[in-house]
């Protein structure tokens, strides 16, 4: 069966510093990769999806950057992080049919 | 654009009331539409989905019709449990080149009181 990992789990950064997310896939092949984030008392906004190796679609400009290094890794990334970028990020995975599935979550505090 | 408007929350619950989460959505082709459920803490679940007009998703007491004249996919349970208090999510899928893409309504908390 598939599985779904992020860490970390939990995170706390002062403003200015760097941001190293990781997602990874167990149990399936080139799957379409997805992050979402979601701020406070609201819904869930895509940031980034990849449908294959190297291969990164971006939905909103930010100071956020992804990268798919390997088929079944995703990274969420940033050289300088803000106060807003605070907030819960989900990593999902799909493989070209129309379900999503969601990992359990990083939650992101920038001080 | 696509989009969803799910009803305003928070709901709140006796147990064993019956629940509905209003869900309305705008799309230029016919999507798949989802409800997830996130418990607190937690990444999202899949509760149930419909890909076609008529259809009906269910799961562990939840029902939702994806009504194609009305532009609906509403949430029913007929007895809610304490442990279904949770935030509901109403989604539906597009297609953007080879990936599926998700929009999310705004979300619908629910607690369920014993």
């Known amino acids: 069966s598939q599985t779904i990992h992020q860490w970390p789990a939990t995170l706390v950064q002062p403003v200015g510093s760097p941001l190293s997310l990781e997602c990874t896939v167990e149990?399936?092949?080139?799957?379409?990769l997805y992050w979402y984030r979601q701020a406070a008392g609201r819904g869930l906004q895509l940031l980034f999806y990849s449908v294959g190796i190297g291969q990164i679609s971006s939905e909103v400009p930010q100071n956020l950057s992804a990268s798919r290094p390997q088929d079944r890794q995703f990274i969420l990334s940033s050289k300088k992080l803000l106060l807003s970028d605070s907030g819960f990020y989900l990593c999902?995975?799909?493989?070209?049919?129309?379900?999503?599935?969601f990992g359990p979550g990083t939650r992101l505090t920038v001080l | 654009g696509n989009s969803v408007t799910q009803m305003e929350g928070p709901v709140t619950l006796s147990e064993e009331a019956f629940l509905t989460i209003n869900c309305t959505y705008t799309?230029?082709?016919?999507?798949?539409l989802f409800w997830y459920v996130q418990y607190p803490g937690e990444g999202l679940q899949l509760l149930l989905k419909?890909?076609?007009?008529?259809d009906k998703g269910s799961n562990k007491g939840f029902e939702a019709t994806y009504r194609k004249e009305t532009t609906s996919f509403h949430l029913e349970k007929g007895s809610v449990q304490v442990s279904d208090s949770a935030v509901y999510f109403c989604?539906?899928?597009?297609?953007?080149?080879?990936?599926?893409?998700?929009?999310f309504g705004s979300g619908t908390q629910l607690t369920v009181l014993p």
């Open positions: 799309a230029t082709g016919y999507p798949s």
């Open positions: 149990g399936t092949s080139n799957p379409n």
């Open positions: 999902a995975w799909g493989l070209g049919t129309d379900t999503q599935y």
């Open positions: 419909a890909t076609k007009a008529d």
């Open positions: 989604a539906l899928s597009e297609s953007s080149g080879s990936a599926r893409q998700l929009t």
